[in-house]
């Protein structure tokens, strides 16, 4: 059981190239949320889904990355014509809806390189 | 300008000695957290304030929310190597919102 899954843990691309991480959060958890980490900085938000209200696109850098979440559960992360500046890794995270505690837990990250 | 300033940003001691980490903000949250993160993994939630003045303890970490629910630290004591790892402290501005995290604090204990 588990906890929030991602996967490919790892993904090398080429400049130029489409990506699509993927995210299964934990059972029950109605908010999913994308991160970005450069090596030992901290987390740039990306994107957030709250049951089915609008997302919160409000962290994505520009118009080359996008986010679903199909069903409430699993969500995908694309990032079309993947650019270097791109590489990092990428966190999902989920938590339960409501609450001041606003707790999230993560899973293990997708490393990305773009080549 | 960074919605959250954790100090140090990195920070390498001797096992055995204790240690601080700050979190500040000039906003308001609803809750903040306190994230521990190890290479290659995702951060694990230590631990997480509600109200203004409290103070949580987890073995030898020790975590405060200041009166004003603006910032936050955590102190551990007797550092040991396995403490090693990036800290990052979360904000959450309303209930149910997003987190902002500060930009971690890097802590290595040498043996």
């Known amino acids: 059981g588990a906890g929030v899954s991602q996967s490919p843990s790892n993904k090398v691309t080429e400049k130029g190239k489409d990506v699509e991480l993927r995210c299964d959060p934990i059972s029950g958890h109605t908010a999913l949320y994308w991160y970005r980490q450069s090596l030992g900085q901290g987390l740039e938000f990306l994107i957030y889904f709250q049951g089915n209200s609008a997302p919160d696109k409000s962290g994505l850098p520009s118009d080359r990355f996008s986010a679903e979440r199909t069903g409430g559960s699993v969500s995908t992360l694309t990032i079309q014509r993947t650019q270097q500046e791109d590489s990092a890794v990428y966190l999902c995270?989920?938590?339960?809806?409501?609450?001041?505690?606003?707790?999230?837990?993560f899973g293990p990250g997708t490393r990305l390189t773009v080549l | 300008t960074q919605l959250l300033e954790q100090s140090p940003q990195f920070l390498s001691i001797q096992e055995g000695e204790n240690l601080t980490v700050y979190c500040n903000s000039s906003s308001v949250f609803s809750s903040l957290q306190w994230y521990r993160q190890e290479p290659g993994e995702g951060p694990v939630l230590l631990v997480t304030?509600?109200?203004?003045?409290e103070v949580k303890k987890l073995k030898r970490l020790t975590f405060q929310f200041g009166d004003a629910r603006k910032d936050s630290s955590l102190h551990i004591t007797a550092a040991q190597p396995g403490d090693t790892g990036l800290y990052l402290c979360a904000g959450g501005l309303t209930s149910g919102s997003r987190l902002t995290f500060g930009e971690g604090t890097q802590l290595t204990v040498n043996p």
């Open positions: 304030v509600v109200t203004g003045g």
């Open positions: 995270a989920s938590s339960r809806w409501g609450g001041r505690d606003n707790e999230q837990f």
